[in-house]
């Protein structure tokens, strides 16, 4: 019912930029928390960043200084501008929902994107 697409993961140079989007779908009335997870080769899934519906941002350290996370809440679409990028941010990145409210209830679980990979390498 709720789905999740994410969009714009490609190869880049380090040192590139890419922005990525995820939309979601479904018969939603609002989100409250959406964000980006990445995983990388033999590492844990880890958070890149998030925003609230009332705009408060979260960045993990890594990603702070280079990367933007925004939404836009009446589409249900979030999306990460990266700048700056290294090849230590190759991995699957995924989009995440959390909080989101179905015909006035609050489903009791995350969403997740299948993910798009972003691949730094000269």
């Known amino acids: 019912q709720v789905q999740l697409v994410e969009s714009g993961g490609g190869l880049v140079q380090p040192g590139g930029s890419l922005r990525l989007s995820c939309a979601a779908s479904?018969?939603?009335?609002?989100?409250?928390?959406m964000g980006w997870y990445r995983q990388a080769p033999g590492k844990a899934r880890e958070l890149v960043a998030d925003?609230?519906?009332?705009?408060?941002?979260n960045y993990a350290g890594s990603a702070k200084g280079r990367f933007t996370i925004s939404r836009d809440s009446a589409k249900n679409t979030v999306f990460l501008q990266m700048n700056s990028l290294k090849p230590e941010d190759t991995a699957v990145y995924y989009c995440?929902?959390?909080?989101?409210?179905?015909?006035?209830?609050?489903?009791?679980?995350?969403?997740w994107g299948k993910g798009t990979l972003v691949t730094v390498s000269s």
């Open positions: 479904g018969r939603i009335l609002s989100i409250n928390t």
């Open positions: 925003i609230t519906s009332g705009g408060r941002t």
């Open positions: 995440n929902a959390d909080g989101v409210l179905v015909a006035g209830a609050v489903v009791p679980i995350s969403y």
